[in-house]
Structure formats: structure tokens, C-alpha cells
């Protein structure tokens, strides 16, 4: 199947690993290799990233993305893990297939993309395309100074999409999340790192409908913080594999 990675035994409880905007599923190597000798790992593309490129992004679409996994894999039901993007991504499917997603691990997507917030985000998705050139070469050298080459020369190689980053800015605000999947009742971690504080101070909310959700400080890390720290986030995720299976 186009855009994905596995890597573990199928046999194994299912993980399915979202991305976050404008990079692609090569950034959950490292968590992988973590977790891929204990549990089913599945790295995918999401619309308008990495080898779907070509596609149009937009949350539903998201959601279709990883159903359609689910079904060509023949597999029941998947825990999912998203950073930002995929954060939002994972919460919309809880929301509609709640019983082909048994626990969520969500990572910088604790703010409310309403209201104000959703206004200022939607129109800078719109001014984006205007800077893409200069934003992704500076996130590409950045990206690699943190990371490193070996790490960051594979995410790259799978493509960094500008494209991607503005339909996501632009498609994603407008919806309560949290509030769209009051209904599901499977696990939930919330794994934050702690200088991410826009995510951080969205968890109060959160956990306001969610109160048995179970949060977790990543720490010396910030929004990208499973590419930051993989072996604190990998311990979050084995945290809601615990109570999952």
C-alpha cells in the first residue's frame, strides 16, 4: 500500500502512527524501532504528505485515510498515535469509527482551533504559500541541527510538503475535537513536551471532558517532542498499550 511502513510482528497489538503537518510517516522511526519487537507498528502518509503528495488534505479525508488502512490490512481495530496534525486527525476518527480505535495517544493537539484561533489559523494557511520556499529550507536546517543528519536526511527524503502545511492550516480549525468525540470511551494519553505550552495549557480543557485521560510530561522537549525525546514518548505509548490490550 502506498505511503506506509510496517514494522513489527502482525501477530502484535496494532499501532497505526500519525504524522504531523508538512513532514511524513519517516518521523516515527525512531519510536518505532522502540516499539516494532512488542507491537503491529504502522507508519502512514496522510493526504497531501509524503507519497500521497498528489492528494488534496483535508480532516475527513484524514479520517479516510486511516480506515482505508485498517480494511486493506484486514485489522479490527488499531490504537493510534498522532503528533499536531495527526493529533487532530486521530481524534476525528475516535470520533466517527470509535470502534476500530481502541486507545489514543495525542501529542500537541490539545488547543481548540475555534473561534479567534481558528480564524488566525485559517488565514495564515491562506499566507503561507507565500513564504513555503524560505520556511521549509529554514525547517530543514533546523530540523537537522536537532535531529541530526541520519535521522532528519531520511525525513527529508520522504518529502517535506508546503502544500500539506497550508491545506492543513486552512482545513484544520473550525471543529471542538475533543467535543466531537465526547462519546468515546477507549483510553486516552495525552503526551505533551514540556515547553509546549500552548498544548500544555490546552490539556485543562481537555481533561475537563476526558478526566480519566492520562497525561504525560515529555521532557526537555517541545511540540515535536516524539522526535525530540522517542525513548520518553515511546514509554508514553507502551503507558496506553498497558491498559489496551
Same mark, same amino acid.
Given at each position: 500500500m502506498?505511503?506506509?511502513s510496517r514494522q513489527?510482528a502482525?501477530?502484535?497489538?496494532?499501532i497505526?502512527?500519525l504524522?504531523?503537518?508538512?513532514?511524513?510517516?519517516?518521523m516515527?522511526?525512531p519510536?518505532?524501532?522502540?516499539?516494532?519487537?512488542?507491537?503491529?507498528?504502522?507508519?502512514i502518509?496522510?493526504?497531501?504528505?509524503?507519497?500521497?503528495?498528489?492528494?488534496?488534505?483535508?480532516?475527513d479525508?484524514?479520517v479516510?485515510?486511516?480506515?482505508?488502512?485498517?480494511d486493506?490490512?484486514?485489522i479490527?481495530?488499531?490504537?493510534l498515535?498522532?503528533?499536531?496534525?495527526?493529533?487532530?486527525? !486521530?481524534? %476525528?476518527? *475516535?470520533?466517527s469509527? &470509535?470502534?476500530r =480505535?481502541?486507545?489514543?495517544?495525542?501529542?500537541?493537539?490539545?488547543?481548540?482551533?475555534?473561534?479567534w484561533?481558528?480564524?488566525?489559523?485559517?488565514?495564515?494557511?491562506?499566507?503561507?504559500?507565500?513564504?513555503?520556499r524560505?520556511?521549509?529550507?529554514?525547517?530543514?536546517?533546523k530540523?537537522?541541527?536537532d535531529?541530526?543528519?541520519?535521522?532528519a536526511?531520511?525525513?527529508?527524503?520522504?518529502?517535506l510538503?508546503?502544500?500539506?502545511?497550508a491545506?492543513?492550516?486552512?482545513?484544520l480549525p473550525g471543529v471542538?475535537? !475533543?467535543? %466531537?468525540? *465526547?462519546?468515546?470511551? &477507549?483510553p486516552? =494519553?495525552?503526551?505533551?513536551?514540556?515547553?509546549?505550552?500552548?498544548n500544555r495549557?490546552?490539556?485543562?480543557?481537555?481533561l475537563g471532558?476526558?478526566?480519566?485521560?492520562?497525561?504525560?510530561?515529555?521532557?526537555?522537549?517541545?511540540?515535536?517532542?516524539?522526535?525530540?525525546?522517542?525513548?520518553?514518548?515511546a514509554q508514553?505509548?507502551?503507558?496506553?498499550?498497558?491498559?489496551?490490550?
Amino acid at each position: 500500500m502506498k505511503g506506509l511502513s510496517r514494522q513489527g510482528a502482525k501477530e502484535s497489538p496494532t499501532i497505526i502512527l500519525l504524522h504531523g503537518g508538512v513532514i511524513n510517516r519517516h518521523m516515527w522511526g525512531p519510536v518505532v524501532d522502540i516499539l516494532g519487537d512488542r507491537y503491529d507498528c504502522i507508519s502512514i502518509d496522510l493526504p497531501a504528505h509524503g507519497e500521497l503528495v498528489d492528494e488534496e488534505f483535508s480532516i475527513d479525508r484524514g479520517v479516510e485515510r486511516v480506515i482505508e488502512v485498517l480494511d486493506d490490512l484486514e485489522i479490527e481495530n488499531s490504537a493510534l498515535v498522532g503528533l499536531s496534525l495527526g493529533g487532530y486527525v !486521530a481524534q %476525528a476518527t *475516535a470520533a466517527s469509527h &470509535s470502534r476500530r =480505535v481502541s486507545g489514543l495517544v495525542l501529542s500537541g493537539a490539545m488547543i481548540n482551533y475555534t473561534g479567534w484561533d481558528g480564524i488566525s489559523t485559517r488565514f495564515y494557511g491562506f499566507l503561507f504559500p507565500l513564504f513555503a520556499r524560505p520556511a521549509m529550507k529554514a525547517f530543514a536546517k533546523k530540523m537537522t541541527e536537532d535531529l541530526g543528519h541520519e535521522l532528519a536526511d531520511q525525513i527529508l527524503a520522504g518529502g517535506l510538503s508546503a502544500k500539506g502545511g497550508a491545506q492543513s492550516l486552512r482545513r484544520l480549525p473550525g471543529v471542538d475535537y !475533543a467535543k %466531537a468525540m *465526547a462519546d468515546f470511551s &477507549s483510553p486516552i =494519553v495525552i503526551a505533551n513536551g514540556e515547553r509546549d505550552m500552548p498544548n500544555r495549557e490546552g490539556e485543562s480543557r481537555f481533561l475537563g471532558q476526558f478526566p480519566d485521560a492520562d497525561s504525560v510530561v515529555i521532557t526537555d522537549a517541545g511540540h515535536s517532542c516524539a522526535l525530540q525525546q522517542p525513548q520518553r514518548f515511546a514509554q508514553a505509548v507502551e503507558r496506553l498499550m498497558a491498559v489496551t490490550t
